[in-house]
Nanobody, 124 residues
Framework: QEQLVQSGGGLVQAGGSLRLSCGGS????????MGWFRQAPGKEREFVAA????????FYADSVKGRFTISRVNANNTVFLQMNNLRHEDTAVYYC?????????????????WGQGTQVTVSS
């Protein structure tokens, strides 16, 4: 399994921006489709964004389209989630995840490796 380590997150005012980073293993990172999920208190973990191995395909939840951007740099074994125009309802713990397929990037159950999670809090 891919080992994932997250960084970024924190507290920001509504309308502000944050960038999350997720680093993987040097030998295998380019083999994985990558995704970001989030979990708010009392709610299930939900899909946010995903990117295919070679960045050809990107997917977003309707709630973040036009505000969030997922990207990756395979040479640096890193995937990013740029979050702009943040809203109070974006407050959650955010998780990066990896899967060995490119066909199920929006499906939580297909992800086999998870980062440790990072808190994002948006004050209204």
């Amino acid at each position: 399994q891919e080992q994932l380590v997250q960084s970024g997150g924190g507290l920001v005012q509504a309308g502000g921006s944050l960038r999350l980073s997720c680093g993987g293993s040097a030998r295998t990172f380019a083999s994985y489709g990558m995704g970001w999920f989030r979990q708010a208190p009392g709610k299930e973990r939900e899909f946010v964004a995903a990117i295919s191995r070679n960045s050809d395909n990107r997917f977003y939840a309707d709630s973040v389209k036009g505000r969030f951007t997922i990207s990756r740099v395979n040479a640096n074994n890193t995937v990013f989630l740029q979050m702009n125009n943040l809203r109070h309802e974006d407050t959650a713990v955010y998780y990066c995840a990896a899967q060995l397929w490119d066909n199920y990037l929006t499906t939580r159950s297909r992800y086999t490796s998870w980062g440790q999670g990072t808190q994002v809090t948006v004050s209204s």
